[in-house]
C-alpha cells in the first residue's frame, strides 16, 4: 500500500488561501488525462513503522512486541536498513509506531494488539497520512525527530476531526458541511494572513489554540517572514493552523494566538490575540499565555525573554494585497 504523506517545501509565500485546504473537508484529486495515456506508475515506497523512543521502545518489549534486547540494537537495525534501501534507490517512508496509538488503533478495529498483522494495519492506516514521512537520507536522529512531530500533528489533525464529526451538523452524514467548512476556513487563514503581514520581517515562534469543554488543542512552529514577503515554514505546520483556525470558526470556540521572537524592526515582540468564536481581537499576550497548556508555554517561553507582552495589532487595520 503506498503512503498518501510526503514532505512537502518549507517555503511558500503570503497568497490567498487555498479554496478549502481544511483536513475537514474532503479533497479531490482530478487527472486530466486518460489513464491509458498514463506512465507506468512508480515503485510501491517501502514503508516502515519506526519506534522513536526509547520510553515507547520499553513499552513494547515489555508487551511482548519486539524481538530487540535493546533499543540501541534496534536503532542500529533500522540505520543498516534505511542505507540498504536508499542505496537501492528505492524511496522510504516511515511512521512513528507508538504503543498507545496501536492499542486504540486494534481498540476501534477489534484487533488483538499483539498479532503482528495488527501492527501491519496500524501502521499502514491511511487515515494517518500526515503521519508519514519521506526519509531524504539526513542522520537518524533527525529523521527520528521528523517522525514525532509528523506524530504529535497527526494527533492533532485527528482530534479536530472528531470534534467536527460529532457536531449536530455533521449527525446525517458523518462530515460536516463543506461550504460551512471553506467559508471557516477562509476566515481564519485570512486572519492568520494578516497577523503575519503586520509582523513583519523577523523569525518568531507561533501558538494557535482553540478551547473546546474536554480541554485546549493547540498548535505551535517556528517560522521565519523574510523582507520578500516569503514565509518560511513547514508545509505540514501551516496547514495544522490553518485546519486549526478553521475548525475554531465553524464551531465557534474560543481560542488565542501568541507570536514571539525577533522582529527586525521592532526587536524583541510578544503580540497576543484572543478567539471570541466570531474573530480575533488584540489580547494581552500574557493574558493569552495563561490559557495556554504547560508543554506550549514552555516550548514559546524561550522567546518571552526581553519582550513586553503586549496586545496584537488590530487585524482589521492590516492591508491585504
Given at each position: 500500500?503506498?503512503?498518501?504523506?510526503?514532505?512537502?517545501?518549507?517555503?511558500?509565500?503570503?497568497?490567498?488561501?487555498?479554496?478549502?485546504?481544511?483536513?475537514?473537508?474532503?479533497?479531490?484529486?482530478?487527472d486530466s488525462r486518460s489513464r491509458r495515456c498514463a506512465p507506468p506508475a512508480a515503485p510501491a515506497p517501502t514503508l516502515l513503522g519506526v519506534i522513536t523512543s526509547w520510553a515507547d521502545f520499553e513499552g513494547l518489549r515489555r508487551d511482548g512486541g519486539t524481538e530487540y534486547a535493546?533499543?540501541?540494537?534496534?536503532?542500529?537495525?533500522?540505520e543498516e536498513l534505511l542505507d540498504e534501501l536508499s542505496a537501492a534507490g528505492g524511496v522510504v517512508r516511515g511512521r512513528a509506531f507508538h504503543p498507545g496509538d496501536l492499542v486504540d488503533y486494534c481498540e476501534r478495529w477489534g484487533l488483538s494488539p499483539a498479532d503482528?498483522?495488527?501492527?501491519?494495519?496500524?501502521?499502514?492506516?491511511?487515515?494517518?497520512d500526515v503521519e508519514w514521512v519521506t526519509y531524504e537520507e539526513e542522520p537518524l536522529p533527525e529523521f527520528l525527530g521528523r517522525l514525532i512531530r509528523a506524530r504529535e500533528r497527526g494527533l492533532v489533525h485527528r482530534r479536530l476531526?472528531?470534534?467536527?464529526?460529532?457536531?449536530?451538523?455533521?449527525?446525517?452524514?458523518?462530515?460536516?458541511?463543506?461550504?460551512?467548512?471553506?467559508?471557516?476556513?477562509?476566515?481564519?487563514?485570512?486572519?492568520?494572513?494578516?497577523?503575519?503581514?503586520?509582523?513583519?520581517?523577523?523569525?518568531?515562534?507561533?501558538?494557535?489554540?482553540?478551547?473546546?469543554?474536554?480541554?485546549?488543542?493547540e498548535a505551535w512552529a517556528d517560522l521565519l517572514l523574510?523582507?520578500?514577503?516569503?514565509?518560511?515554514i513547514e508545509?505540514?505546520?501551516?496547514?495544522?493552523?490553518?485546519?486549526?483556525?478553521?475548525?475554531a470558526h465553524a464551531l465557534g470556540l474560543p481560542g488565542g494566538v501568541l507570536l514571539s521572537g525577533h522582529c527586525d524592526e521592532r526587536g524583541s515582540v510578544a503580540w497576543g490575540w484572543a478567539f471570541d468564536g466570531s474573530g480575533y481581537a488584540p489580547s494581552n499576550a500574557a493574558d493569552v499565555l495563561l490559557d495556554l497548556s504547560a508543554s506550549a508555554t514552555s516550548w514559546i517561553a524561550v522567546c518571552l525573554s526581553g519582550a513586553s507582552a503586549e496586545p496584537g495589532f488590530a487585524l482589521d487595520e492590516i492591508a491585504l494585497e
Open positions: 500500500m503506498a503512503a498518501r504523506h510526503a514532505r512537502t517545501r518549507p517555503t511558500t509565500r503570503l497568497a490567498a488561501p487555498a479554496p478549502s485546504p481544511c483536513r475537514g473537508v474532503s479533497r479531490r484529486h482530478e535493546s533499543f540501541a540494537d534496534y536503532l542500529r537495525d533500522l503482528p498483522e495488527s501492527h501491519t494495519a496500524y501502521t499502514a492506516d491511511p487515515a494517518a476531526e472528531r470534534m467536527l464529526a460529532e457536531t449536530a451538523e455533521a449527525a446525517l452524514t458523518g462530515t460536516f458541511p463543506q461550504e460551512l467548512l471553506r467559508h471557516a476556513y477562509e476566515q481564519g487563514a485570512e486572519a492568520l494572513r494578516r497577523m503575519l503581514v503586520g509582523a513583519g520581517p523577523g523569525r518568531f515562534r507561533l501558538v494557535c489554540s482553540v478551547r473546546p469543554p474536554e480541554g485546549p488543542v523574510d523582507r520578500d514577503s516569503v514565509l518560511r508545509e505540514a505546520d501551516l496547514d495544522l493552523f490553518c485546519s486549526l483556525l478553521c475548525t
